[in-house]
């Protein structure tokens, strides 16, 4: 006979729009199996491949189990087991004498491993804030998109998931649903059932624009004059929603004198496309009522990125998309969850606080920071860094540099992780973690309007620890007597929303816990009538916020820093303008290690079209080397049209170390930022491309 099978609920920890609710089958103490929740609205009972293995990542036999002592030199990857007494009493020692002198020479580093709001950005940051370490700028994914909401709608607000499957036409632009998004791609489909057209806007025929009625294949980072090319065309055939712009929006004269400037055949060059695509979409556009756009993150990773993301957000203010709960545009919903970061992260904590608050770090440029000496301006040199639910050695740009940062013999680093990783390898101490199915959390999602809980399924592997009771222990040992850092996780958990908010009326924590989700109340159409959450209150294409800045109230077009237009010198040495959006089986850098997920990514590829393959005598299958001024690295050549002529597309992010030389796409993307949020430019790249012989 089997022992019986329980069921437990669990939220998908990944940092994906869907945040899928799990229903794990236990037995034994192991989980055997992890399905889809049936009665969640927004997973309908399905998983995406990666994480229906799940079970596989959580026994793998090469998870962490016992806290880890660097023996050999760094970056060797050489370990000795040892007890977590010894092991928190060494980083205590460590970060203690840090902290009595230079608090700021320690900085944490974590992004979404998880992106459960406990097990995320909680007691971590009390205990950070409470040492006067830096601050860290957690930008290397969406912040300038979040910008762009933030200053247009006054925050990351937009369509409900559900709604799409009604509507009449849907661009998913910037955005390959198919690999990351897969419940949503579900209702893009019901929708094409229904009759909807829909359109893709990427420079690359990823699998999601393979399947949609059309693809506009752009040159990348010039997606801000694509929409404001759309928006000529809307003024000057008048498909602007008359009553809505004057209702609902400011600055619709100075965008029109702005969009003026953008006629179709300046936009068609900029973008590399025939002028007809721009004028019959945007004629499309405005003449169907029921428009949606699923923007995403993939169009925002260029210099212009933030007011590329504006320019498109006005789009759907201008028609009046928004009267309809099928019209509008989604890019990020997380902000409709009431969410309560001060409670969580307690800022207050913080020496100085609220004026004179330590220095802040952003992410992306890590290689620099760690490679700093320090001086005034800096501020002190980073002695100590603490990662955790981050891969930086694989998933920072300009990977070189970091891993030259990472590889100082005087930083002391600790690694929090589930797995021996690039950046474990060069750790002086690892820490096991726990899994989502070892812990306890809550989550809010970017893709839908749902909040959830996570209770384990199952107890913790060999001695992991949640990352909230690995810094209790840590505080504890340093001697901090803060009562903020020894809160249970269910009180972290709790004090994560604003229980008072109209959203979560009628939902009750201990509801909550027997369910595992429940719905946000929420208006069907959130911006029918309005209701920005802008100073003004109203759709801003003239932005009240960035006036006060001192810069440009209005979106432009930014071309990208490494482009002919942004630098002919560049452009010259290095044509190829190169991407590496995220391939389907892996999730970022997590999942790599899994074989059956790598297996089917098979090695890292360059695509590339037959034109700029010819020139190259570069023939399908060859091993070439890309590289820039940055650095180099090698991939299996498909010389195919997916990728359009002049961009090369190497899917990512491998594992270093799992890559036949040892490097990944990163090793040639830059530190550079975008104009608007501060986040990183992994697409603005350019990048020569060579037959290898190796
Ligand atoms: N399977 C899988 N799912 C994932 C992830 C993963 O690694 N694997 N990662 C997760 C994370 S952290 C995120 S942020 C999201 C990312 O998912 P998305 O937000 O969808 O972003 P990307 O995959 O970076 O890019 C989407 C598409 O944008 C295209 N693109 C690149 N540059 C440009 C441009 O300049 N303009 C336009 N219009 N398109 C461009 C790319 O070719 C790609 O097909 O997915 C999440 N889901
Ligand atoms: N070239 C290129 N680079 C990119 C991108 C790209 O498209 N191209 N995408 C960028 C984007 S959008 C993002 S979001 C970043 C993502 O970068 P990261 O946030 O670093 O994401 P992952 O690579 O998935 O690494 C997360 C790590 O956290 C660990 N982890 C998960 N859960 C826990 C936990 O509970 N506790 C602890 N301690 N650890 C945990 C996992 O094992 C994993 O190793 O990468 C960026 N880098
Ligand atoms: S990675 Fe995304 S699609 Fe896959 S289970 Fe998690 S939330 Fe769902
Ligand atoms: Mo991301």
Not at 8 to 31: E, K, Y
Not at 513 to 541: I, M, V, Y
Not at 645 to 668: F, H, M, R, T
Not at 669 to 676: I, P, R
């Amino acid at each position: 006979m089997n022992a019986p099978l329980e069921f437990a609920r669990a939220v998908c920890p990944h940092d994906c729009p869907d945040t899928c609710a799990l229903r794990v089958t236990v037995s034994d103490g192991r989980a055997v199996k992890v399905t889809g929740d049936p009665d969640h609205a927004p997973t309908q009972g399905v998983l995406c491949t990666k994480v229906s293995r799940y079970p596989e990542r959580v026994h793998h036999e090469q998870r962490l189990t016992m806290p880890l002592k660097r023996v050999g030199p760094k970056g060797a990857g050489r370990f000795e087991p040892i007890g977590w007494d010894e092991a928190l009493g060494y980083a205590a020692e460590r970060l203690s004498e840090i902290a009595r002198r230079a608090p700021e020479a320690i900085l944490p580093y974590s992004y979404a491993g998880t992106m459960g709001l406990v097990q995320g950005e909680s007691i971590a940051q009390r205990f950070f804030h409470k040492l006067g370490a830096s601050r860290l700028d957690r930008t290397i994914c969406s912040a300038a998109g979040m910008a762009g909401l933030k200053y247009t709608y006054g925050g990351s607000l937009g369509m409900h998931l559900e709604f799409f499957e009604e509507s009449e036409l849907i661009l998913i632009w910037g955005a390959n649903p198919i690999t990351s998004s897969v419940h949503f791609w579900t209702r893009a489909q019901e929708a094409k059932r229904r009759g909807a057209r829909l359109v893709a806007i990427d420079p690359y025929r990823s699998l999601t624009a393979e399947k949609c009625h059309q693809h506009i294949a752009l040159r990348p980072g010039t997606d801000g004059a694509f929409a404001l090319g759309m928006m000529n065309v809307l003024i000057a055939e008048d498909l602007i929603d008359h009553a809505y712009v004057a209702a609902h929006t400011v600055g619709f004269e100075a965008l029109k004198r702005r969009a003026a400037a953008y006629s179709p055949a300046r936009v068609a060059q900029t973008c590399g496309i025939d002028e007809a695509e721009l004028v019959d979409l945007a004629r499309l556009y405005g003449k169907t009522r029921k428009a949606a756009i699923r923007l995403n993150y993939g169009m925002q990773r260029v210099r212009g990125g933030g007011n590329a993301t504006r320019a498109i957000a006005c789009l759907p203010s201008l028609t009046g998309a928004w009267r309809d709960r099928a019209g509008g545009l989604l890019l990020s919903s997380s902000g409709w969850t009431p969410f309560d970061t001060a409670a969580l992260q307690r800022p207050d904590l913080l020496p100085g606080w609220p004026s004179e608050l330590p220095r802040i770090v952003n992410m992306n440029a890590i290689g620099d920071a760690l490679l700093h000496e320090g001086d005034a301006a800096f501020g002190p040199k980073i002695e100590a860094l603490v990662v955790y639910n981050s891969n930086p050695v694989a998933v920072a740009p300009d990977s070189a540099r970091v891993a030259a940062g990472f590889a100082r013999e005087d930083l002391f680093t600790i690694v929090l992780e589930h797995f021996q990783t690039d950046t474990a390898d060069y750790a002086d101490l690892v820490l096991p973690a726990t899994t989502q199915l070892e812990h306890f959390d809550v989550h809010r999602s970017y893709g839908h309007t749902y909040v959830m809980v996570n209770r384990p399924a199952i107890a913790p592997i060999g001695q992991a620890r949640p990352n909230t009771e690995i810094f209790r222990g840590l505080a504890q040992r340093m001697g901090l007597d803060e009562p903020a850092l020894f809160d249970s996780d269910e009180a972290i958990g709790r004090s994560a929303f604003r229980w008072e908010d109209p959203a979560l009326q009628g939902i009750d924590w201990a509801r909550l816990n027997e369910q595992g989700w429940a719905k946000l109340n929420l208006p069907d159409a959130p911006f029918a009538e309005g209701g920005f959450r802008t100073p003004s209150g109203k759709c801003e294409f003239a932005s009240t916020l960035l006036e006060r800045e001192g810069m440009d109230p209005l979106p432009d077009y930014v071309p990208p820093y490494e482009s002919a237009d942004g630098s002919p010198e560049l452009a010259a040495r290095y044509p190829l303008a190169m991407i590496s959006p995220p391939a389907r089986h892996f999730l970022n850098s997590t999942f790599v290690n899994i074989d059956s997920l790598r297996e089917s990514e098979r090695e890292p590829r360059l695509d590339i079209h037959p034109a700029d393959a010819a020139i190259r005598r570069i023939g399908d299958g060859d091993m070439v080397r890309i590289r820039n001024d940055r650095g180099a690295f090698l991939a299996r050549a498909r010389v195919s049209d997916r990728a359009r002529e002049g961009v090369v597309v190497g899917l990512s992010i491998w594992w270093k170390k799992l890559a036949p030389d040892g490097c990944n796409a990163n090793q040639v993307t830059s530190q550079a930022l975008t104009d608007l949020g501060g986040s990183a430019t992994f697409y603005d790249c350019l990048v020569e491309v060579e037959r290898s012989n190796v």
